[in-house]
């Protein structure tokens, strides 16, 4: 098996090679299911990230959420790896990132998290850039909270390889809809 890093190499040159026609439209299909998930299971209160570079745009899901509260990331501290979290408006951050101007809450208070990375296995692990700060939000987080990894189905492979710091998701979604991988 290859490593993490030549995964992460992979996958998000297979990423970056969808044109933005092909992102947008799949940000959009990936966005019409977490609208209805939020509207089936009565979710009002959603952790969520804006798109760093060809991740996806959930953008659409927060314009057409008005009556949900979404909370975004901020990096404050990179060792440990440590997020914050609040709501809109985002200024620029680490590494280009949009993030809150104020973030007030250690741990994310939401229904649902939304997770980005490179690459999701059939298990729910994840690859992500490498510095473990979505691993501990998820190590951190009450049971009764729904957890998703969010990408494009190109980003979808059978495993990776994993440490015992990795944590999965309990689905995936993907412009080919939602798979749920662990009791939800």
Not at 34 to 62: I, K, M, N, Q, Y
Not at 87 to 113: F, I, K, R, S
Not at 136 to 156: C, H, K
Request: proline share 9%; glycine share 8%.
């Amino acid at each position: 098996m290859a490593t993490k890093i030549e995964l992460r190499i992979r996958y998000k040159a297979l990423r970056d090679q969808l044109s933005v026609q092909e992102r947008l439209l799949a940000s959009d299909q990936i966005c019409r299911v977490l609208g209805e998930l939020c509207a089936a299971r009565g979710l009002r209160s959603v952790a969520a990230f804006w798109p760093l570079g060809s991740e996806v745009d959930l953008r659409p899901l927060v314009a057409a959420q008005p009556h949900c509260s979404f909370f975004f990331p901020r990096i404050v501290s990179t060792d440990p790896p440590r997020l914050a979290w609040g709501q809109q408006p985002l200024v620029p951050g680490a590494w280009g990132l949009l993030e809150p101007l104020t973030a007030p809450h250690a741990a994310p208070p939401v229904q649902l998290v939304l997770v980005p990375g490179l690459a999701f296995a059939a298990d729910g692990h994840r690859l992500g850039y490498g510095k473990g700060f979505y691993d501990s939000v998820l190590a951190d987080l009450p049971g009764d909270v729904l957890t998703l990894g969010v990408g494009f189905r190109i980003q979808r492979c059978a495993q990776l390889p994993t440490h015992a710091q990795d944590r999965p998701v309990q689905g995936l979604v993907s412009e080919d809809g939602l798979t749920w991988l662990s009791p939800a």
